[in-house]
T-cell receptor, first 115, second 115 residues
Framework: GDSVTQMEGPVTLSEEAFLTINCTYTATGYPSLFWYVQYPGEGLQLLLKATKADDKGSNKGFEATYRKETTSFHLEKGSVQVSDSAVYFCALGHGGGGGADGLTFGKGTHLIIQP | DAGVIQSPRHEVTEMGQEVTLRCKPISGHNSLFWYRQTMMRGLELLIYFNNNVPIDDSGMPEDRFSAKMPNASFSTLKIQPSEPRDSAVYFC?????????????FGPGTRLTVT
């Protein structure tokens, strides 16, 4: 079955540091890939997505590129802020634009940004 | 627009009691998903509906769990009888199942504690 593996945290960085959170997946067919973010006490919010190989998703300074050859979708940001502190989930989905069926999530990476 | 609404936000109950979680999806969305989040297992899909019809309930852990969607604007997840291992955060998500745009929007979750 489908699975997503991401680095487990917590990951602690200083403000303005470069961020990479690794994500790799195993899936049948050609899934869409997502990054969701969860702030304390809240539900998950879609951060970015990519629906096919070599697509780059981007939002709020975050980027991730769908690499089919390495089955990866690593999340990057050039300069993190304290407000980026949250839990980040990598996920994959099938159907329609990728989220029509249920999503398979990684375990989540807790990111802590220190001023 | 109101997002996905879940109630209650917190539920504490004793082992053996019946628990009912409620979800109101975003108006106009035609797919609804129930997820469970625990420290040990992360986020897991329990069941999802398209146009009020259950499509995949393979994630429902056992017969104690049941979900219904009597109309397009309401769904319930019931646990009867509840057990301490059911303690988790339960998320509801909805999406509009159409080509190209099927992002799932998550509610704030219900934190269930079974003592």
């Amino acid at each position: 079955g489908d699975s997503v593996t991401q680095m487990e945290g917590p990951v602690t960085l200083s403000e303005e540091a470069f961020l990479t959170i690794n994500c790799t997946y195993t899936a049948t067919g050609y899934p869409s890939l997502f990054w969701y973010v969860q702030y304390p006490g809240e539900g998950l919010q879609l951060l970015l997505k990519a629906t096919k190989a070599d697509d780059k998703g981007s939002n709020k300074g975050f980027e991730a590129t769908y690499r089919k050859e390495t089955t990866s979708f690593h999340l990057e940001k050039g300069s993190v802020q304290v407000s980026d502190s949250a839990v980040y989930f990598c996920a994959l989905g099938h159907g329609g634009g990728g989220g029509a069926d249920g999503l398979t999530f990684g375990k989540g990476t807790h990111l802590i940004i220190q001023p | 627009d109101a997002g996905v609404i879940q109630s209650p936000r917190h539920e504490v109950t004793e082992m053996g009691q019946e628990v009912t979680l409620r979800c109101k999806p975003i108006s106009g969305h035609n797919s609804l998903f129930w997820y469970r989040q625990t420290m040990m297992r992360g986020l897991e899909l329990l069941i999802y509906f398209n146009n009020n019809v259950p499509i995949d309930d393979s994630g429902m852990p056992e017969d104690r769990f049941s979900a219904k969607m009597p109309n397009a604007s309401f769904s319930t997840l019931k646990i009867q009888p509840s057990e301490p291992r059911d303690s988790a955060v339960y998320f509801c998500a909805s999406s509009l199942r159409s080509s190209g745009r099927t992002e799932q929007y998550f509610g704030p979750g219900t934190r269930l504690t079974v003592t």
